[in-house]
Structure formats: C-alpha cells, structure tokens
C-alpha cells in the first residue's frame, strides 16, 4: 500500500505538517525567552539609571501641585509670600501695616510675636459691648481673608497688591457685618469714639425697665426664705441663693450654691429645694418660700408635692 500514490502524497503531506508545527512551537517558545530577557533588562536599565527630571522644591522626595505651578510657572509675585502661616500672616510688612490700623482704630494694642492662635486668644481677651465685640472679631477674621485673597490675585492673576485697596475691603466687609447684627453699645466716649472712627452708627441698649417690688414680712411664727438664680446662657453655668429673715426682717441665715451648666428654671428649682431642705434640717417647721419662678411656685403647689 505504500507504493500506491495517494497513500505516498499522504505520508508527505503528514511529514511536511509535522515539521512545521514544530518549527512553530520552537519560535513561539524562542518569542516567549527573548520577551522575558526583554523584560528583565529593562527593570535592570531602570534600576541602574537615575531620574532625568530633578524638582528642586522638593525637600522631602515628593512633588506637590503647589511646587509644580512655582517651578513651571512664569508667574511671580511682587511681593514675596512666604507658606509659612507665621511669616504669611503676621511678619510681612504689608500685613504688619494691616494690623497696625486695625489695634489704633480699637484702641488694642495686638502682640504679634506668638502664633496665630496666640493672636486670636489674645483677641478674645479683650472686653467690648456686644456689638463692638462682633465688629472687633469680625475685623480680625476679615485680615486673615483679606491677606489670602490678595495673596492668590498675585500668584495666579499677576495682580498688584495696593494698601488701600485692601484697607477699604476690610472696612466695607465690617460695616457690612454691622448691618447684619443686632448687638448694642455701652455708654460710654471710648466705644461712641470707635464706631465714629469705624463710620458705623452705634445702637444704644433699650432703657431697663423699673419694677417696684415690695417685701411683705411673715407672720411671726415662720420664717421667710427669698430664692433668686442667674444663669450665663440657656443652658449655662448657673448658680442660686437664698435668704432667711423673720417676720421683723432680721437675717436668720443665707446660702449661695454654685452649679454646673443647666437651665434657669433648673437652677430656681434647685433653690427651692435646698431652702426647704436647710429649714428642715435647722427645724425651722414652718416656712414661707418666695421664688420668681412661677414654674416652682406651681410644682409645690400642685397635688404631686406634699412639701406645704
């Protein structure tokens, strides 16, 4: 059968495929060799070589937007801006110039030789009215802003830094601050002088109202016990007192209690019940308890108390 022609082209055929796909396993096993010897050069070329671009604002090996704008960019400010918070917002000239007219338009002198915490602790010891308060912060917080965005106008857009223009920014954003509060003055010529100096028209407080409130002495076999609170806030620290006179007026005794941060009608209830519990525990049987809350006169009045 070998001799036959079909089975000879057959046989040569089945030579001629074998041969080739072996031929074709061997390249794809030499492209697979020569791509990892490709591979492995390459990561020891990168290892050996160093890098061709150096950032010299860079201290610490990393490359921050920031460093990449000033090293790239042609834009350059005219006055030179430090990052630092301090010499940014405290020891530049332009800046010193700033605070200077802020402390003589209050009449604070401000220290300037700590940090901007140190600044802004300081501006919260000061002691103005309520509407001079506001204003004297608002101006503080206002510098900080004015500096940053004429800081950014000049980085970015190339613009000039004027004295003036900033100064009249900073005023129109207080007078503006003004307007939108509702705080009152003291009556005094130091703070009329500072809102004339500020261009702002001062709002005096409303007048106290007078009430004529009269004591009643007890009859002569009780005592009287008068209870009175004040809170700073709702809710705040509070604290409250009472007195102990007798139907002729004399002081039998008093205490005064101070306490955490409650209520007021907290702090008149907590009166109460130390007046009831101190005429207890001096066996003073029969007392009579006066208090400005009508909230704690209706509780010992009401069904639920069993105290009178």
């Known amino acids: 059968m070998i001799g036959l022609r079909y089975n000879l082209r057959w046989i040569l055929l089945w030579v001629i495929f074998t041969q ?31 890098d061709s671009l150096v950032w010299t604002c860079s201290l610490d090996d990393f490359v921050s937007c920031k460093s990449t704008y000033t090293s790239l960019s042609g834009v350059r400010s005219s ?9 940014l917002f405290l020891d530049c000239p332009f800046l010193r110039g700033l605070w200077d007219v802020v402390s003589s338009t209050f009449g604070h002198k401000l220290k300037l030789d700590g940090t901007c915490f140190d600044l802004w602790q300081e501006v919260m010891r000061f002691v103005f009215s309520t509407e001079l308060k506001t204003l004297w912060q608002v101006s503080i917080i206002t510098v900080f802003w004015v500096v940053w965005f004429f800081r950014n106008q000049s ?3 190339g613009g000039k830094i004027i004295f ?58 009780c005592l009287k016990v008068n209870t009175d609170e004040a809170a700073f806030g ?75």
């Open 79 to 87: 006055v030179f801006w430090e990052e630092d918070l301090r010499r």
């Open 20 to 50: 080739m796909l072996r031929v074709g396993i061997f390249i794809l096993l030499l492209k697979l060799l020569t791509r990892m010897l490709l591979m492995r050069l390459r990561m020891w070329w990168l290892a050996q070589i160093q």
């Open 155 to 157: 980085t970015f857009e």
């Open 234 to 308: 709702s809710p705040g620290f509070a604290g409250c007192a009472g007195v102990f006179r007798t139907s002729r007026g004399f002081v039998k005794g008093c205490f005064v209690i101070p306490l955490d941060v409650c209520f007021a009608f907290e702090a008149e209830l907590v009166a109460a019940v130390y007046a009831i519990d101190y005429a207890w525990t001096f066996g003073w049987c029969r007392l009579w308890l006066e208090s400005d809350s009508t909230f704690v006169v209706d509780i010992l009045h009401s069904r639920y108390c069993k105290v009178l």
């Open 164 to 221: 003036v223009d900033a100064l009249s920014l900073l005023w129109r954003s207080v007078r503006e601050a003004d307007s939108l509060q509702s705080g009152t003055m003291k009556n005094s010529v130091d703070e009329l002088q500072i809102l004339q100096r500020l261009h702002v028209s001062g709002r005096p407080p409303k007048a106290p109202r007078i009430l004529e409130i009269n004591w009643r002495p007890p009859p002569s076999s």
